[in-house]
């Protein structure tokens, strides 16, 4: 539980590694609780879990193998259609389980996802059928950070895939940092009937958020506005969040009458632009943009709001998606907004035009351009990094000379990452 974050962005932590405390901790507490991974349980940084089980095995043990035994409860196997076929086989007997790969490697076991979402509709009309607990997905090594894997290694396309579901039994998550990925877990784990993407790198990253406030941006439709990296009044902000989240649960549970949902929150001044997060790493861009501008452009107002959840043709988890209500106050009625988002953009701007119209949206995504190169390269070739970001802002404000300006600062840093191996910041 952090309570507390004094200095957001100042300091790096992996949600890898808070990923694997959290399943640890839920493998304490749930003896029938199995982890399945196609041998990278230790390459993804989750190997915490080696702390309450061993990886199962039931062949003859040699003096150099890895802590194995027959009640292990870590199954590793470099087959994700194999360990999908078996996840599936323990949750159809009401026992919860989780299974981790390679972002790009989840593709190969589409099929099968997809039959099993298939299999989740025709029970739902089926009275004796039971609850299932969730398939939950962990997938890491993403696209972003190429900087040793390369191109065989850069695929979201599972998200995708998910997100054009009009079954809607899926969620994709994007925990923002360390504090988010844990909070995606405890969610991920208490759901049931559905499939649930969490995305997430294992490099260490900024912390951002607190315990409280990861809990509640799920709670609130997946949506928060980050107070310190916006110029809005923060009370004014945290009071329409609490508002909002605290109005659309009590609807959802049936315990508020529409007109009391419907009642008008009170808006903090609103922004020039709103910049919108959808992911770890690109959300961290936004968030430098933000820095440049301030800089560069001191005179316009700007909102970053991340989105934690995404599914079907909506912002938020399926069972508690954004209105457009609470849209317009998060993101404005009108103003642009500059989207930098883990995915395809076209993914992301399928949903955001279901908010907005596309003539405020300037969307940002991976486009499946570069190879083994350096992270800032990796965004920058797929026009997602922050300069990218702050010239969508120097071009509406009229400002050509910022335009160059970022435009010189991209062309050298891709000299300097040829020449050298490493970005310049």
């Not at 027959?70 to 360990?83: A, P």
């Not at 939950?136 to 998200?159: E, V």
Request: proline share 5%; aromatic share 8%; hydrophobic share 40%.
């Amino acid at each position: 539980m952090i309570d507390q974050v004094t200095r957001p962005g100042k300091e790096l932590f992996s949600p890898a590694e808070s990923i694997g405390r959290a399943i640890a901790r839920l493998m304490r507490e749930d003896q029938h609780f199995y982890l399945f991974s196609p041998d990278e349980t230790t390459s993804n940084k989750v190997d915490a879990v080696f702390d309450v089980s061993s990886r199962a095995w039931d062949l003859p043990k040699e003096s150099w193998d890895l802590p194995e035994e027959t009640s292990g409860r870590i199954i590793e196997l470099l087959s994700e259609n194999t360990l999908f076929a078996c996840m599936i086989g323990h949750i159809m007997n009401g026992e919860p389980a989780m299974m981790t790969s390679y972002e790009a490697f989840f593709s190969i076991i589409t099929s099968q996802i997809l039959q099993h979402l298939k299999f989740l509709e025709q029970a739902s009309a089926v009275s004796w059928r039971p609850d299932y607990p969730a398939v939950n997905l962990l997938s890491t090594s993403t696209c972003w950070r190429q900087d040793h894997n390369g191109f065989s290694h850069q695929s979201p396309a599972l998200i995708s895939t998910l997100l054009s579901l009009p079954g809607n039994r899926a969620n994709c998550l994007f925990p923002v940092d360390d504090v988010a990925a844990e909070a995606s877990i405890i969610f991920a784990n208490q759901n049931r009937n559905v499939v649930n993407l969490i995305t997430f790198n294992k490099n260490e990253l900024p912390r951002w958020i607190d315990s409280h406030q990861a809990d509640q941006q799920l709670a609130a439709s997946g949506v928060t506005v980050f107070g310190f990296a916006s110029d809005d009044d923060e009370n004014l902000i945290s009071t329409a969040e609490n508002n909002l989240a605290n109005q659309e649960i009590a609807q959802i549970k049936g315990e508020a009458p529409i007109e009391e949902a419907t009642k008008p929150v009170k808006s903090a001044t609103e922004p020039d632009y709103v910049f919108v997060g959808i992911g770890d790493i690109v959300s961290g861009e936004c968030l430098a943009a933000i820095d440049i501008l301030h800089e560069d452009l001191p005179e316009l107002r700007l909102r970053f709001v991340n989105i934690a959840a995404l599914s079907y043709n909506a912002i938020g988890p399926r069972d508690n998606q954004l209105s457009k209500r609470a849209f317009d106050k998060y993101f404005t009625a009108s103003k642009p907004l500059i989207v930098n988002f883990h995915g395809y953009p076209a993914t992301a701007e399928q949903i955001l035009s279901q908010y907005a119209a596309k003539a405020r949206l300037h969307v940002h995504g991976f486009n499946d351009h570069g190879s083994t190169t350096t992270p800032f390269e990796m965004l920058s070739v797929n026009s997602a990094s922050r300069y990218h970001l702050a010239m969508d802002v120097a071009k509406e404000a009229g400002r050509p000379d910022l335009v160059r300006k970022y435009e010189k600062i991209i062309a050298e840093n891709h000299q300097y990452a040829k020449e050298h191996g490493i970005d310049m910041f």
